[in-house]
Nanobody, 124 residues
Framework: VQLVESGGGLVQPGGSLTLSCAAS????????ITWFRRAPGKEREGVSC????????YFTESVKGRFTISRDIAKNTVYLQMNNLRPADTAVYYC??????????????????WGQGTQVTVSS
């Protein structure tokens, strides 16, 4: 199982970014895949998850209505569309999965496989 994130960068408050999580050695609709983030000096927190059946969950109240998780099975990629970004969204963003039989959980220790992360910085 391999996950590779991309799409991070520097953006002004109110701007948008789309993060990608490309999977290899499995098909993205086989497992639940979750986006986490870790801000400087803070614990890793679950942001959003898409289950194997396509159901979505947003764990963090502050991202509801601003972030959208989706997937493209043909590209074997999960996306996190982030709109109206705030400085508080600044963090390293990771995607993760547990593998076969996984379900959506916002608890980081549940997950066995992680990408390397992509930095998102929201600043003017």
């Amino acid at each position: 199982v391999q996950l590779v994130e991309s799409g991070g960068g520097l953006v002004q408050p109110g701007g948008s970014l789309t993060l990608s999580c490309a999977a290899s050695e499995f098909i993205v609709d086989a497992y639940a895949i979750t986006w986490f983030r870790r801000a400087p000096g803070k614990e890793r927190e679950g942001v959003s998850c898409i289950s194997s059946s396509g159901g979505v969950t947003y764990f963090t109240e502050s991202v509801k209505g601003r972030f959208t998780i989706s997937r493209d099975i043909a590209k074997n990629t999960v996306y996190l569309q982030m709109n109206n970004l705030r400085p508080a969204d600044t963090a390293v963003y990771y995607c993760a999965t547990r593998g076969l039989g996984s379900f959506c959980s916002g608890y980081w220790a549940y997950y066995d496989f992680w990408g390397q992360g992509t930095q998102v910085t929201v600043s003017s």
